[in-house]
Every structure is written in structure tokens, then in C-alpha cells.
């Protein structure tokens, strides 16, 4: 990539196809960045097993290859134990499937020191398919995400059907409208 922007005083880092022996470093990844997000909304951290994650990611890359990529920078010390060549370093990657005419971003998770650098809007362009393609775009994501989720519509992948997870006190419950018959307050 020789045109590549200079994002916060950084070279842009190379994007490129995983390679197997990089899916536990995706895995940390996202284990690191899940964990930084849960925190910052006061949940506790998910625990450290990766075994099923790799193994997704596993299949991902096998049926998808071109749409699963890692965000590489060449600023790492020689001594990278997640796969990466000396000198590289893992710091972002994209996964997305297609089924027929519908394109759907699986996961795209970024490190937390390199978020708002813009290699996650990079990642996202480069897998996504032409528009004159007609893919259906899809996602799975919260409210919660409000910067992933203006990412994302950007590019057309908004909400198409609601999943609410409402949390608070219920301090008067007489204040709510007659709820349907399967849903209750509590």
C-alpha cells in the first residue's frame, strides 16, 4: 500500500490475509479489546479461553479467506510470540462471510492503543463488496458501541431488527403500559 495515510503520527499498517499460525494472535486481540470495551461499561471481563474462538476463526478463514484480515505494523521487536514475522506485529483484524447476496461483518476488532487511528474504517473498506454487487449488508452489535455502530453505518450496515437488552431498577412499575402476555418487569 504506498499510499497509505499517516494516522496519528504512524504509518498506516499493512493489511493483508491471515495466515494460520496468526489466529491466536486474533484471538488475544480479541480477548484484549472485548475486555477494554466490557470494562468501560463496568462488566466484568471475560475469561482467557480461546480455544473455541481460534477454531471459529478457523473456519472463517477457511470459508471466507479473502474477507478475514490482520492490520500489520512492522514496529514490533523481534521477539512477537502471536505468529507474526520478526518485526510485526498483529494490531487489528476483520472477519466477514458472504451466503449468497448477503455479506455479513463477523467480528472487526482493533486493539485499544490503536482505536481512533483509523485502521479499523481501513480494514472494514477493504472487505467490503462492491455496491453494484447488491449485497444485503449485515451486522450483529449493541447500542452500547456507539462508535462501532457509526462506522459501520457509514458504510450501510445499520440495525435491521432491533435485540433489546434493557437493564436498570424498577423503582414504579405502575408507571408502565400493560405489558404483552410474554413479557414481564422486574
Known sequence: MTDAPILRGMQAPEIRPVRPDELDACANIWLVALNDYLGRLNQPPILAEQTGITALF???????????????????????P???????????????????????LSMLFVLPEEQASGVGRQLLARVLPDPSRGMTLGTATDSAQPISNALYSRYGIVPRMPLLDLSGELRRPEALPELPAAMAAR
Request: charged letters at 30%; hydrophobic letters at 40%; aromatic letters at 8%.
Open 58 to 80: 478457523g473456519h472463517t478463514r477457511a470459508t471466507d479467506p479473502d474477507r478475514f484480515l490482520v492490520a500489520v505494523r512492522s514496529d514490533a521487536t523481534p521477539s512477537d
Open 82 to 104: 502471536d505468529g507474526a514475522e520478526a518485526g510485526e506485529r498483529i494490531v487489528a483484524f476483520v472477519s466477514a462471510v458472504e451466503r449468497g447476496s448477503l455479506w455479513f
